[in-house]
């Protein structure tokens, strides 16, 4: 057997998960496509307890440090099956396989597209599902940002510090994101919100030149020309290719107790890829603790062990 755990996932609650888990002398292995998931695109993180700011990426990399340190591995590859033998989890990713004696699924949530004509193909070339990463790229240039959220609006407020112009496109006839960063946003100069409509299709031959809108009560159409396009609308989790081994709910998220157990016994789960509520990086960091302390009893008892208790816990 390779590892005492496998960790599916290095955002908040992966790398929570392999500190304590390391803390607990279990030989650890992360396989993650990359570090920090959602919150390494923050731009700037302001309710990280006891950080009165600091940005996502440094986040994401002082606790990828961190694990390092108490000795858990990392493996960049992308996971695509996980089975269920009598004695342990193989875990085969897009270019080897490993196993262990218990899985810790905390891979996040993945940004949702738009599903419009040209988004796939201007990829890269002007449409951006990340700020924080590509807004430098769109210094001095015009973009519209897609979403009525607290994402969106976090995104047109970092953008607006870079581009010229930008251009929120809200659905909506009101925003659904927080008090404070609508006020924030409504007095930007060089931003322009859009209501009540739709975007329809990405127009551009090797590069982005428009975003086509459609006005979601009438038949009025409108054509913004811009240099890029920040999609916002969202995530989802990718959990397809869980589908039959463990239960998932009508949103495809994992179910997992108050113990962060799955359906299965021996693969716990914990942060945005669950059916917890709050999506926020300090309560994924805390389900990611329970879930090695989880993970570090039930793989004691395999061994006839008395797993160390935990303050106030049961054994």
């Not at 990340?130 to 959220?149: E, L, Y």
């Not at 659904?176 to 739709?198: A, F």
């Not at 009560?217 to 989802?236: H, T």
Request: proline share 2%; aromatic share 8%; net charge negative.
């Amino acid at each position: 057997m390779n590892y005492d755990l496998i960790i599916i996932g290095a955002g908040p609650a992966g790398l929570t998960a392999a500190v304590y888990a390391r803390r607990r002398e279990l030989k650890v292995l992360i396989i993650a496509k990359s570090v920090g998931g959602q919150m390494a695109l923050a731009h700037e993180v302001e309710n990280w307890p006891g950080t009165q700011s600091i940005s996502g990426f440094e986040l994401a990399n002082n606790l990828k440090t961190q694990a390092e340190t108490w000795g858990a591995e990392f493996v960049s590859a992308e996971v695509l099956q996980i089975e269920k033998t009598a004695a342990e989890f193989v875990i085969k990713t897009d270019g080897a396989q490993y196993s262990s004696e218990a899985v810790i699924l905390g891979f996040g949530l993945t940004p949702k597209d738009l599903g419009v004509p040209g988004e796939k193909e201007l990829i890269g070339k002007g449409v951006s599902y990340c700020a924080t990463c590509d807004g430098p790229f769109f210094r001095n240039k015009k973009v519209a940002v897609v979403g009525d959220g607290n994402s969106a609006l976090e995104a047109v407020e970092y953008l607006a510090k870079l581009a010229t112009q930008v251009y929120l496109i809200i659905k909506a006839k009101e925003f659904r994101g927080e008090s404070i960063l609508v006020k924030t946003i409504k007095g930007l100069s060089n931003v322009e919100v859009v209501c009540c409509y739709t975007a329809t299709e990405i127009s551009g031959t090797t590069k982005v030149e428009a975003l086509q809108l459609a006005h979601i009560e009438s038949a009025d159409k409108r054509e913004l020309v811009v240099d890029g396009v920040f999609v916002e609308i969202g995530q989802a989790p990718k959990t397809g290719w869980l589908k039959g081994l463990v239960d998932l709910n009508e949103r495809g998220e994992i179910i997992a107790d108050k113990l962060t157990q799955t359906s299965v016994e021996g693969i716990f789960a914990a942060g945005d890829c669950t059916d917890v509520g709050f999506k926020q990086m300090v309560i994924a960091a805390g389900e990611g603790a329970k879930a090695a302390l989880s993970a570090y009893k039930y793989i004691a008892a395999k061994a006839g062990k008395v797993a160390m208790p935990d303050w106030g816990g049961k054994k």
